[in-house]
């Protein structure tokens, strides 16, 4: 494990904004050539549902393409058990999931499969990007670009979850747990109170690290919440080695891939600053090297984000597992279907320790 085991308070050195960039990363089914604005008169561009007020987490799940069944097996899986009941959290609490796909260069009937799955599902989030794995951490620039563009625009939004299509996330689980955190720790009258909470709570899947200039003043701390790594040497072999890392002989921490949750300031920063950061091979470990020097920051290991390349086994508690396969991915969503019309009834359901019996 990574030397997340205890909570430190970093000072750190100051930092710049850089200039921010406008952008004018635009959306569109065939190609990207328009900003997304919010109003009603532009519905075939317009994939941002302005009859709603602005999510309160946006899921941007990283998609190929070809993956037209995984996508659907989402939509038919996980989306839909969050937002259905009335007068409770998931009313109040707005998610909306967007499909990243890059469509430079694709075939002229593979656009055509996608226009159609736009018009029916308008769900995808299309980028004038070549849609290749190496591509992919440049794909995640984008995405914050855009999601940083429609913020200016007027879209609020508090939190971005990335993950990919062969990610499980236990939605209900994890918009719990979030609010849970956001309560107790992201707007502390002082870091010590955070530290109070944190060391007296019965969280025994968590450990924390925070990264605060001003330790005495209030902070407003921005979440950076996934299964991290916070020691790992750079990768020499494989898919995601990185030939051109010469900065450090550690990556700096970051958290895994197959999901992590970020506070809107932190994809923002991304977005305004991305023509100037550095484009890594990993995109999990290109943003945990943007992010380091970044004041403010709470960064919450959790293993019940099963993110690792092998999986911890399937746990009740977990609240996002990755490298799911299609049969897998059926059947937790059946358990945790059949589980949700057997135990929710009170209003217990969102309690920290709520375990969730989605075992295979
Ligand atoms: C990534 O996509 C951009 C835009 O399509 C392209 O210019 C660039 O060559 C791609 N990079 C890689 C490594 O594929």
Not at 51 to 56: H, L, S, W
Not at 248 to 273: C, E, F, H, Q
Request: glycine letters at 6%; a positive charge.
């Amino acid at each position: 494990m990574p030397r997340y085991g205890n909570f430190n308070i970093l000072f750190i050195g100051t930092f710049t904004f850089i200039l921010c960039c406008t952008l004018t990363l635009m959306v569109n089914i065939n190609s990207i050539t328009k900003t997304c604005k919010l109003d009603d008169t532009d519905k075939e561009h317009n994939i941002m549902n302005s009859k709603y007020r602005g999510p309160d987490l946006i899921i941007i799940i990283l998609s190929a393409p070809i993956n037209v069944k995984k996508r659907q097996l989402i939509r038919n899986t996980w989306t839909k058990l969050y937002g259905r009941k009335q007068n409770n959290l998931e009313q109040t609490f707005i998610v909306k999931y967007y499909f990243v796909i890059g469509n430079f260069g694709l075939d002229v009937h593979i656009k055509k499969q996608m226009t159609d799955e736009q018009m029916t599902n308008k769900d995808l989030l299309i980028l004038p990007i070549l849609d290749d794995y190496k591509n992919i951490t440049y794909k995640v620039k984008q995405t914050f670009q855009w999601l940083s563009d429609q913020y200016d625009y007027g879209m609020d939004f508090k939190y971005v979850l990335k993950c990919d299509d062969d990610s499980f996330v236990h939605l209900k689980s994890l918009v719990g747990e979030l609010i849970e955190i956001e309560k107790l720790y992201l707007s502390p009258p002082s870091l010590k109170s955070v530290i109070e909470v944190l060391k007296y709570s019965s969280a025994e899947t968590m450990s924390a690290n925070i990264q605060a200039n001003n330790k005495d003043g209030p902070n407003k701390l921005n979440l950076y919440w996934g299964y991290f790594y916070g020691n790992a040497r750079i990768f020499t072999k494989g898919k995601w080695k990185e030939t051109e890392w010469i900065f450090s002989d550690r990556y700096m921490p970051y958290a895994l891939g197959g999901g992590y949750l970020l506070s809107k300031n932190l994809v923002t920063y991304i977005g305004k600053n991305a023509e100037n950061l550095r484009t890594f091979n990993a995109e999990d470990v290109s943003v945990g090297f943007w992010l380091a020097p970044v004041d403010n920051i709470l960064r919450i290991h959790d293993t019940r984000f099963d993110t690792e390349w092998k999986s911890r086994g399937c746990q009740n508690q977990h609240l996002i597992v990755h490298h799911v396969s299609p049969e897998e991915m059926l059947q937790y969503y059946k358990n945790v279907e059949e589980n949700v019309a057997a135990s929710f009834g009170g209003s217990s359901w969102m309690k920290n320790n709520y375990l969730f019996c989605y075992s295979l």
